[in-house]
């Protein structure tokens, strides 16, 4: 759910029997050799001649569209059955139909990108009001502002740059960290958009372009801003700042918080690692990536589609979703409200999933999984090596879960390690007791425990240096502006 390191988990149960035993109904195209940096745009025509074009992904969207007219008639009944004007929807017999025919509609729709929802705040005891605006806008990524309406004799907050995975499920997954954050500080965060939504006129994505928005997004939001990485972004964040510093860049952050990230994956290895280097790179390229069908925006974009994450997730733990909706049903035929509408945004979120392009999750994978490029410093960005050394002006703050199954501990307080000329009393670590991956940026720990600490450390090195003129880059990836 919150990096290619999860991906790389939760797909191999799930392809091995699916994708092997229909090798040629399901092809992808050929395997090639070029570098990862470099692949080229599908062609379509030759896409199509060499079977390139993904039946898989193609049988997928016939599926839904099939569904469609039943999935309608569905909701229509239960909206029948289950209108207060119906004498009859008090009764049990109404309300089990229309249990049924609701978990019926649930688990045959698509979801679509959930909202943050952040109308308000409280600060300093008094509600304030929120409103979202796109300050900085590309093709692969929106910059959002939570835009808080506060009075103007208050003093002006942190400003926060808190930069979402880009890993298969929407920024909305941290919408409690967002929530945590706003009455302490101006936050903006990284609104990554659907792969398959993205034209290919518009150009290509890969890790080097997404450290470019990163740095962009730095020069838009204005110097002493504080970046934070959430997981599978805690490496592109931390090139990101080596190649600001090495070009000394007057836009550096003040600050960088790096949480639950992959930094350095040979310490503590996971089974997902092991996943990784058990798997040659072309094993990910011909198994799981797929180009994207008519009539989608992306037609023929190559991408490593959400759908197959999310089967992977669903199951590694099939008996626990089916128990759940089986719960969620005797909800709804008890008219137990509360409890059925914590299952509605639970799986509201976890059923909403984006298209990753195929050139940025190999890149991905085989930079961080496989050649371990970041912590051997042989990481490049457009050629140029990433110098982890020459960060020495930005505070690091790295966070770790005790439990964590996903990142395991140490392997984001690598960070501390090849950060070697970050002054001691500059840098800090914290491992929350008794939280697993997620928990360390969501959940009442992460509200109680986690957050204050980013917020104190944001504080504590915070600097406002006089505006310069921003270092002129220019984003190779999709049409920069």
Known sequence: MCSARSALRHVQPVLSQMLHRNRKVLACSPINNEPIGSMPLPNTLSEIKKGGTSMFYQLYEMNHAVMAPFRAAADAMRFFYANPLNPFSQTTVARTVAAGLEVFERITRRYGKPVFGHAETTIDGKPVAVTEEVVWAKPFC?????????????????????????????????RGTVEALLPHADVYITDWIDARMVPLSEGRFDLDDYIDYIIEMLHVIGPGTHVIGVCQPSVPVLAAVAVMESQQDSMIPASMTL???????????????????????????????????????????????????????????????????????????????ESAEKHRDFYDEYLAVMDLTEEFYLQTVDTVFIKHSLPKGEMMHRRIPVDTSAIRN????????????????????AAQTICANIPEDMRQHYMQPDVGHYGVFNGSRFRREIAPRIVAFTQKHARTPSRTTPFKRIIKGGKAG
Do not use: C
């Open 142 to 174: 929106n910059l959002l502002h939570f835009k808080r309406h506060v009075a103007g004799d208050r003093g002006q907050d942190q400003k926060i740059l808190v930069v979402a995975p880009m890993s298969g499920h929407y920024a909305t997954l941290l």
């Open 259 to 337: 949480m639950g990230g992959p930094i350095d994956t040979r310490i503590n290895p996971t089974a997902v690692n092991d996943l990784a280097q058990q798997k040659p790179l072309e094993w990910f390229r011909e198994n799981v990536i797929m180009n994207v069908p008519w009539p989608q925006p992306g037609f023929m974009r190559r991408v490593y589609p959400g759908f197959l994450q999310l089967s992977g997730f669903m199951s590694m733990n099939l008996d626990r979703h089916l128990v759940a909706h089986k719960e969620f049903y005797e909800h709804l035929v008890k008219n137990d409200g």
């Open 394 to 413: 930005v505070a690091l703050l790295t966070i770790e879960g005790e439990n964590d199954d996903i990142s395991g501990l140490g392997q984001t307080q």
